[in-house]
């Protein structure tokens, strides 16, 4: 009966230390370079997350947040992509959906994506500076 009773108190002292992820904690910019070389940028808001790729541009997915999986999608209705959350970081967040594993960095940019979206001249000057990042990162 001792044991069992050890047993329980290490498992919710085990449970209870377990590291919680926090849907804020993946807000703000990212980069990758992808499995085929190709760089890409995730910007993520409460509401939407914006995968811009160096030769597709930016696309607008829906996502919502479950313990350490991300469920991503174009819209609520269409097909999801469910990533687990492997590592998170200030700096780095890996997320993994079957066998692909992608790893992300923490991109510090002057501008917000979501800010300049509605401003024409503001959303081609920044689609400028991510060419240049992604020309930097070849």
């Known amino acids: 009966m001792i044991k069992k009773g050890y047993f ?6 085990i449970m209870g230390c377990s590291k919680k992820i926090s849907s804020s904690q993946i807000f703000g910019s990212w980069w990758s370079i992808e499995v085929d070389s190709t760089y890409s940028e995730s910007y993520i808001n409460k509401d939407e997350w914006v ?3 160096q030769s597709i541009g930016p696309i607008h997915y829906k996502y919502y947040f479950l313990k350490d999986t991300l469920i991503i999608s174009k819209n609520m209705d269409s097909m999801e992509r469910k990533w687990i959350i492997l590592n998170i970081s200030d700096s780095k967040l890996v997320l993994q959906s079957d066998s692909v594993v992608m790893e992300l960095n923490k991109l510090s940019i002057k501008r917000n994506y979501f800010d300049i979206i509605n401003d024409s001249v503001k959303f081609d000057f920044f689609q400028f500076e991510f060419n240049c990042r992604y020309l930097r990162n070849l």
Do not use: E
């Open 8 to 13: 329980i108190i290490v498992l919710l002292i």
């Open 51 to 53: 995968y811009n790729h």
